[in-house]
């Protein structure tokens, strides 16, 4: 390489990285609020699901994966039907593709705790009360 050309590259080079925020870590101010998040997924999503499955212990969370999973739930007035759910956030986007549920029903029989099916509605209904929570938080983020 001639030395005039490493000379200009040297130069310019530091430049280009000044140029392009070198070491300034602020959020631009035009990205949307649902992006800017220090966690891995979209924080309204995360917060909503969080918010949904609240009354449900939970056995594990990531929030840099956007997984959430809940252990056992009985519901008291039906004590021998219990759930379990793994919420997936796909994505940082706050969309309804960016969310997945996943459902688990077991019954007990008097002895033991048997699989049961889980209709489809009912996390297709899970879905829609998480995406509705997270734009409300959204919505409310915006005008608050």
């Known amino acids: 390489m001639p030395r005039s050309t490493f000379l200009a590259l040297s130069t310019a080079l530091p430049l280009a990285l000044i140029a392009c925020g070198g070491g300034n870590d602020r959020p631009v101010q035009g990205l949307a609020p649902a992006q800017i998040s220090t966690i891995g997924v979209n924080s309204y999503l995360w917060r909503a699901a969080l918010d949904t499955v609240s009354f449900m212990p939970l056995a594990q969370t990531d929030s840099s994966g956007g997984v959430i999973v809940t252990d056992w739930y009985a519901n008291p007035a039906a004590p021998t039907e219990r759930m379990k759910l793994t919420i997936t956030i796909l994505d940082q986007d706050l969309r309804a593709d960016a969310l997945a549920v996943a459902a688990s029903r077991q019954l007990y029989n008097g002895s033991q705790w048997l ?17 509705t929570r997270a734009r409300e938080l959204r919505r409310n983020a915006v005008v608050g």
């Open 115 to 131: 699989e049961a099916p889980v209709q489809a509605a009912t996390v297709q209904r899970l879905e829609e009360i998480i995406l």
